[in-house]
């Protein structure tokens, strides 16, 4: 079964309900690139008129999440993934839509090719960016994915 974004916000919606409701939505995905749009609302939004910064994360980690998601379908294998380190950093207020872009599928090749040949975990970082809808930058952030063969 190929991963698809509607896929994907169906299973949003119902394994991720906080993320749903607040309108976080994959709108592109391939082998090495994830979008996910989320549009800043009263329900998402914090005390100074812009969006919570737990939203952007929810929205950022779904962009890695997601592509870690595909390569382990495509391995066949059963493989367990959880983030074990993340980090942001803040540069504008996110107001209108936000889109967070990982371009970072490339790199999981190598971690679950190695996990599945040595049974070890393997660990690697991704990076998504957020851009508002005139295209500045907002937030980055950046998660370390752990990832192994389940016994």
């Not at 980690?61 to 391995?75: D, F, H, R």
């Not at 107001?95 to 599928?105: H, K, Q």
Request: glycine letters at 8%; hydrophobic letters at 40%.
């Amino acid at each position: 079964m190929k991963l698809t974004p509607s896929k994907l916000n169906t299973f949003s919606m119902l394994k991720l309900p906080s993320a749903y409701l607040c309108g976080v939505r994959v709108k592109y995905l391939d082998e090495n690139k994830c979008e996910v749009s989320v549009k800043h609302k009263w329900i998402n939004q914090n005390p100074f008129n812009s969006m919570f910064w737990a939203v952007q994360g929810m929205a950022a980690e779904l962009s890695t999440g997601a592509l870690m998601i595909g390569k382990i379908q495509e391995s066949g294998k059963k493989v367990s993934m959880l983030v074990t380190t993340n980090n942001a950093s803040f540069t504008k207020k996110a107001t209108g839509r936000i889109v967070f872009t990982c371009n970072d599928g490339h790199l999981i090749d190598k971690a679950l090719q190695k996990t599945i040949e040595t049974g070890e975990g393997q660990t690697i970082w991704m990076k998504s960016v957020g851009v508002n809808e005139d295209g500045v930058e907002v937030s980055t952030f950046n998660f370390e994915w752990s990832v192994k063969v389940k016994q």
